[in-house]
């Protein structure tokens, strides 16, 4: 087992990793930018190295910079979290170079699935249905007619190295198709550094539901249930369950031992999710893969009994998955919201300090977050201030949890998404299951 982890990120998810390494006895080593000196990720590491400035490209995206804090402190591996460089293989690579364990899949696993069309081809072959589209990024104005043709509309364009629900486009007719294109490709290169976007069917009222996966480094893969995440704005996601409402045993075993042949085939290692959109007549489509930790884990984690974080661990030093994940002990409903510093009706980020940081707390309720009184969010960085996190013995139970602990959830001095979370779950619809990914336009334009 590793002696020392490197924890490469903030926010919550650093002070998640720290917590997986305390209770296994590893040391931990923060980083942060300048505007973090008093987080509480840096408070709770056992050493801690400033990186740089405010700005990601210089501190916590700096690869040299991170290098050399993981090299000075004698670490021998490094955790990213989400986000910054979870997903860049190069860094993975250099890791490698410098002898220090990336926890997370190997760096051709992070290339192939870091380029959304290729992963599509290659998980389409590997047997997963995807959404019907072009099996690579359309070159020049001749392909992106022929694939129009073939798709047919509405469709979207979607930047190849997209993320964070940028970088897409919805085209409803042949006349918007040039003008979408051109804008999608120059967006995709702001974004993203390349301007390759590729095109699928753009399905009208999708859910999304993805499977949480882990593999060992002998070869086995298995999936720990569903994740239904269709409550989102902007193509970002804001609540998330598990298991999911509409999924029942018998598709859960089918679908899920689909993902695992798939992913076995390509060798896959560590943590990941497999995404998909259900489409109102019942067929699942794979949209993308992540290939990290994600922001919605502790769901899975509740109704799993495994600490995910943990089990990267344990994985990535080469323990094998009944080690490393133990026995899976499904049980009850567990449901998250994402708490946004940013305002509920515009959802414009709301930087700024915190007043006011009072949780709420109680059986079935988790917290998992980096803020306290006192604290500034700052506006450099993502939004998530926390993650409130319920679990019931079943799905209303859990939301009945999920609403007493939104109505005892105080933070004042930003503006948060919680006056919106609380109308979601006092949404008839919501309460009923009926969910798709524009409920939240709907409820929002409705409402006022
Ligand atoms: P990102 O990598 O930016 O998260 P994804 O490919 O995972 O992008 O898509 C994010 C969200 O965008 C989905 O959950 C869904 O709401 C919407 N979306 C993506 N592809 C489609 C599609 N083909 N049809 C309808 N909605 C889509």
């Known amino acids: 087992m590793f002696r020392k ?39 709770f590491a056992d050493e801690a190295v400033c990186i740089g400035p405010a700005r990601s490209s210089e501190s916590y995206l700096n690869i040299p910079q991170v290098i050399s804090a993981a090299e000075i402190t004698n670490v021998d591996a490094i955790h990213p979290g989400y986000g910054f460089l979870s997903e860049n293989a190069n860094f993975a690579q250099v890791c490698e170079a410098s002898e220090i364990t990336f926890i997370g899949p190997r760096p051709d696993t992070l290339e192939l699935m870091g380029e959304k069309d290729r992963a599509r081809r290659e998980m389409k072959a590997a047997g997963l249905p ?36 940028r970088g897409m486009r919805v085209v409803r007719s042949q006349e918007e198709l040039l003008v979408a294109y051109q804008t999608a490709r120059s967006e995709a290169q702001q974004a993203f550094g390349t301007p390759d976007v590729y095109a699928e069917r753009f399905l009208e009222h999708p859910r999304h539901i993805e499977f949480q996966v882990l593999g060992d480094r ?59 959109l259900m489409d109102a007549d019942g067929s699942f489509y794979f949209i993308e893969m992540n290939t990290r930790i994600q922001v919605e884990h502790p769901v899975t984690e509740m109704v799993t009994g495994v600490d995910l974080v943990k ?5 990535a030093a080469g323990e094998k998955l009944e ?24 959802f414009a980020p709301s930087a700024g300090r915190i007043t006011t940081f009072q949780l709420p707390g109680g059986t079935g309720v988790r917290v998992d977050s980096a803020a306290y009184a006192d604290a500034v969010i700052p506006p450099y960085y993502d939004s998530l201030v926390a993650k409130l996190i319920v679990h019931g013995r079943d799905r209303h139970e859990a939301i009945g949890r999920m609403r007493r602990a939104l109505e005892m959830f105080v ?23 009926h969910l798709d990914t524009h409920f939240i336009e709907r409820l929002v334009g409705n409402g006022k």
Do not use: M, W
């Open 5 to 43: 982890i490197l924890v490469a990120n903030r926010g919550e998810i650093a002070l998640r990793v720290i917590c997986a390494c305390k209770e296994l006895g590893i040391a931990t080593v923060a980083v942060y930018s300048e505007p973090d000196r008093n987080s509480l990720h840096v408070r």
């Open 130 to 165: 995807t959404v019907p589209g072009s099996d690579a990024t359309i070159e020049g104005e001749e392909q992106l007619a022929k694939e129009a043709a073939r798709i047919g509309y509405p469709l979207i364009l979607k930047a190849s190295a997209g993320g964070g629900g």
């Open 218 to 276: 002998h070869g086995r893969v298995i999936h720990l249930g569903e994740r239904e995440c269709s409550i989102q704005r902007r193509h970002q996601k804001l609540v998330e369950e598990s298991p999911s409402p509409i999924i029942d045993a018998r598709r859960r075993r089918e679908l899920g031992a689909r993902v695992v042949r798939a992913l076995e085939k390509i060798g896959y290692t560590n943590a990941g999710t497999v995404e998909f």
């Open 311 to 315: 089990a990267q661990i344990r994985i």
């Open 323 to 346: 080690d490393a994940a133990g026995p899976l002990d499904f049980s009850g409903h567990s449901i998250e919201c994402r708490i946004n510093a940013e305002d509920p009706d515009t």
């Open 411 to 433: 933070i004042e001095g930003i503006k948060t998404s919680i006056p919106l979370h609380r109308r979601i779950f006092a949404d008839p619809d919501f309460a009923a299951g």
